[in-house]
């Protein structure tokens, strides 16, 4: 039957149509869980590009490790590098949200939709099990009725057949009695058919209450505890995807925390003053320009001209041949090559030079110590050797061993002769300040000083003079800086230590003293002076401050 009591032709479909819209409304809660996680997806993907490119902006800034001696260390680079490690933290600190979204977000959401949809679809199959049922007991309810229905016709025309051949006088009474009996049949027939329907509509009546009272109310209720569950399942990731950045929050202010003492601590008196310590070069600013006289060969050519000449007669040689020779014998006054010129760190101002030896000196001490202990290794593993044969050959550890002392001896050699330079280099720096002070020592060598042989002493009176001294050259050099056209000056320059001048050849000069230069330094440590009363002769470059003409060939500023 109907709502209204009427009694129903056709199923009831309206009682499926709540049914399909929670359907559609629990279709579309699970629709936007899964939006949430996509974008929940997408938002873990930009942490994580964003750390990456953090980290690549970190690595690509970072100072390269090769050479710790080139990099400055100045405090706005320290500052930056600082800053730096920060920024690298803080890329980390953005995996660390990628992944707690991740882990704690994403991955219970796909989790919990995966169960949400199956738990759906448990419901929704229960519910459509009831309905089937259900539309089953109508339709054999129906079907009893339209049977109940068509016997209670047949029982009526049953009926009108036997009234009309009762009535009819020319029926015979055999045709009575069979329109009787068949009316009698047809009348049980229909009380059978309306027991059956009573029964029939009894039963769906119940099942009918049963369905809308019970199981689709039942039914409902899960679907409603599933939606209420999956709408806090998103309340708790939306609190878990805040927390997620939350947590870091700490540890990113340590870092932009760092950032600012890094900004903080840059000094720039600091910075100022390593660059004063980097370029300090321990020479002393050029002296005064001294007067040039260049009437002196006149008065030399008036006063000199018979011993000129006599010498000219005794032993006259060419202008040309004189230079070649005077060139050509700068090896008796200890020319030094090159490489040694480049590996004493002469070449830098002494300041920088006693830096440069200092690194070298604690290289090779830390290069001895490792070569120490692996001796020691060696002579233990040498005694196990020795006492458990069994364990090892005593005798295949020798070739290390000696190997080993020879680096000792090589690096002990090195260190010896580095300390030599170094003595030199912080002997010349303290005579300096102690010269300044007194004027009556004029010719103490100071420790380590370099004589012009390129030699080395530590002993002042027992400084290493040059080579002896080969007969029959002697007139020679004579006739070298006795020439009658002297070299023009090509420059002047002014001596920051003594030098005492005892070899041949060479000019003595005091400290302070002011020379005129004829020729420049070739490369060998010497540079050829002349003073103003005409005596000429080679001095230590590294004792002077020169200073060459603008307008002269190859003019260079030494300071």
């Known amino acids: 039957m109907g709502l209204d009591g009427s009694p129903e032709t056709a199923p009831p479909a309206w009682r499926q149509d709540q049914f399909d819209s929670l359907d559609k409304h629990t279709q579309w809660g699970i629709d936007f869980l899964e939006r949430y996680a996509k974008f929940v997806k997408e938002r873990i993907e930009i942490e994580q590009n964003y750390a990456k490119q953090l980290r690549n902006l970190v690595k690509k800034y970072c100072p390269k490790r090769s050479s710790k001696d080139e990099e400055p260390r100045f405090t706005s680079c320290v500052a930056f590098f600082n800053i730096l490690n920060e920024l690298n933290d803080y890329a980390g600190q953005r995996e660390v949200v990628a992944e707690e979204m991740a882990h704690r977000v994403y991955g219970e959401l796909m989790r919990y939709a995966h169960d949400l949809k199956t738990e759906r679809k448990m419901h929704l199959q229960e519910g459509r099990k009831a309905q089937q049922y259900l539309d089953m007991c109508w339709k054999q ?184 020779k005077a060139k050509g014998k700068l090896w008796l006054f200890g020319k030094k090559p090159k490489g040694t010129a480049l590996e004493d760190f002469s070449h830098l101002p002494p300041e920088q030079r006693r830096k440069k030896l200092q690194q070298r000196i604690d290289e090779l001490n830390r290069e001895l110590q490792k070569e120490s202990d692996q001796k020691e290794a060696l002579n233990k593993m040498k005694d196990v050797y020795e006492k458990n044969p069994q364990m090892g050959d005593p005798g295949s550890l020798q070739p290390k061993l000696a190997e080993t002392m020879n680096n000792i001896d090589r690096l002990r050699m090195e260190i010896h002769k580095n300390e030599a330079w170094l003595s030199e280099v912080e002997g010349k720096t303290g005579g300096r300040g102690d010269r300044r002070h007194s004027s009556d020592i004029n010719h103490l060598v100071t ?23 080969q007969h029959g050259h002697h007139n020679e050099f004579d006739d070298d800086f006795e020439d009658d056209d002297p070299l023009p000056a090509i420059g002047h320059c002014k001596a920051i230590y003594p030098f005492d001048g005892h070899n041949e050849g060479t000019l003595a000069m005091k400290e302070g003293e002011v020379l005129y230069i004829i020729e420049e330094d070739k490369g060998d440590g010497w540079t050829r002076a002349r003073r103003q009363n005409g005596e000429e002769g080679y001095v230590p470059t590294s004792y002077i401050d020169v200073t060459l003409e603008k307008n002269s060939k190859g003019a260079v500023t030494y300071i």
């Open 447 to 469: 420790q380590g000083r370099e004589s012009p042989e390129g030699s080395y002493t530590d002993d002042a009176n027992q400084e290493v003079r040059g080579p002896p001294q």
């Open 141 to 324: 309810m129906d079907n009893s009725k339209k049977k109940f229905e068509r016997e209670c016709r047949e029982a009526e025309k049953a009926q009108q057949s036997y009234e009309r051949l009762d009535n009819d006088t020319n029926a015979t009474k055999a045709d009575v009695e069979k329109a009787k009996q068949q009316l009698n049949l047809r009348t049980h027939m229909a009380d059978e058919n309306k027991n059956e329907y009573a029964a029939q509509l009894q039963n769906f009546n119940g099942e009918q209450h049963k369905h809308f009272y019970v199981v689709i109310p039942q039914i409902y209720k899960q679907l409603q505890e599933m939606d209420e569950r999956r709408t806090i399942k998103l309340s708790e990731c939306y609190r878990g995807f805040a927390d997620s950045e939350r947590k870091v929050i700490p540890i990113i202010s340590k870092c932009l925390e760092g950032m600012v003492l890094a900004a903080k601590s840059v000094d720039e008196r600091r910075d100022s003053q390593m660059v004063v310590d980097s370029f300090k070069s321990g020479f002393e600013p050029p002296g005064d320009f001294p007067f040039e006289d260049y009437s002196q060969h006149i008065y030399r050519t008036i006063s000199d001209g018979t011993i000129s000449a006599s010498k000219q007669e005794s032993g006259k040689v060419d202008a040309k041949t004189t230079v070649g």
